[in-house]
């Protein structure tokens, strides 16, 4: 590991004076992800800003019926959170089923926002085709092993996939990302925070450098209790998603009034479509009507030669999440 200097914030102003001051500094809070990478050679940081003990963790009622949640809470204090039991359970499944409880009691919001790609050739600094690692090198993954890679939003740079079960919730409830930089603050709607790789798959997010993430602003749903996330893995626990779905639904009357998901494990960031939710408004619930939402969202789907599979996976998993949540909102009595 490259040495490197700490630094530990006492407030935000002072967190984005440093992280000005140097052109290699980074922050650092629960350091889940940014202490492995570091590890592996993959990150070499000359200055670590530890955020860790910023006022940013509280978990409180929005207007509205929302819920924003402190950029430093922990992953488990989210998911175990009353607020978001009661006004987002769909954040809090999909919360419990990334990594180990041990992991979760230190990970945060926004860190997990920021984790990158598992990818291996990312992973492994032995590897020097890697445009995400070292820009302009190549994407070995491309004619590697891509059994875990990505089916829509690549690009000839990089087809990596993010790593994130939160963010696929987030993505699908439609949450906005609060920043502070040195000019200010400044709201990023959810669907706009992670970047498709393009030309420069080495920029994960569109957050500056030179900003700091102080929130998640989680809206309020009348169907929230109608969800589910689904993930499909290699094992039960502890594996990142090869297809994950994070669903919700409201039916009333025999017909779909409104649906949300979105999918993880087959895109640089969280896919989520809203024109294939409009396919179904006003359909009969049901296999053919997800279906047909589903052909929407996988429009354009790019396979390789490991991963095949996933466009039929992600197809059924569309199915299958759309009518557990459906049958979930009927035995909580949300569907009409």
């Given at each position: ?25 980074r ?76 992991l ?33 090198s190549?994407c ?17 740079k ?8 939160m963010?696929?919730?987030l ?11 040195n ?23 569109n ?16 169907f929230?209790?109608?969800y ?23 039916v009333?009357?025999g ?27 006003g359909?009969?619930?049901?296999a ?5 939402a ?7 789907a ?7 599979f ?27």
């Amino acid at each position: 590991m490259k040495p490197f200097t700490y630094l530990q914030a006492t407030d935000v102003p002072s967190a984005l004076r440093a992280i000005s001051s140097s052109p290699d500094a980074r922050f650092i809070g629960g350091g889940t992800n940014l202490v492995d990478l570091m590890k592996y050679g993959v990150e070499q940081p000359a200055h670590l800003i530890d955020i860790g003990k910023l006022p940013l963790a509280n978990i409180e009622p929005l207007p509205g019926g929302g819920v924003r949640i402190g950029a430093l809470a922990r992953n488990s204090d989210i998911a175990n959170h009353l607020l978001i039991r009661e006004k987002a359970p769909l954040l809090a499944e999909a919360i419990v089923a990334g990594a180990s409880p041990q992991l979760r009691n230190a990970a945060t919001a926004g860190g997990n926002l920021m984790q990158r790609t598992r990818c291996y050739y990312f992973y492994d600094t032995g590897f020097t085709q890697c445009n995400k690692r070292i820009p302009g090198s190549g994407c070995a993954a491309r004619d590697g092993l891509n059994r875990i890679h990505a089916i829509l939003g690549t690009s000839d740079k990089c087809i990596a996939t993010n790593p994130s079960d939160m963010s696929v919730a987030l993505a699908a409830i439609g949450a906005t990302v609060q920043v502070q930089g040195n000019s200010g603050p400044r709201s990023i709607p959810f669907a706009d925070f992670h970047r498709l790789p393009g030309e420069t798959p080495q920029i994960d997010t569109n957050l500056n450098k030179e900003e700091l993430i102080t929130a998640i602003d989680v809206p309020g749903f009348p169907f929230a209790l109608n969800y589910c996330y689904l993930k499909v893995r290699d094992r039960r626990s502890y594996a990142f998603a090869l297809v994950s779905v994070a669903a919700m639904i409201d039916v009333r009357a025999g017909k779909i009034h409104d649906v949300r998901f979105a999918l993880g494990g087959v895109a640089p960031k969280p896919w989520r479509v809203p024109a294939a939710e409009q396919q179904v408004i006003g359909q009969e619930p049901g296999a053919e009507a997800y279906g047909n939402a589903a052909d929407v969202a996988l429009k354009g789907a790019r396979t390789f030669p490991h991963n095949a599979f996933k466009l039929e996976l992600a197809r059924r998993s569309i199915i299958r999440a759309l009518t557990t949540a459906a049958v979930k909102g009927e035995r909580n009595g949300n569907v009409g």
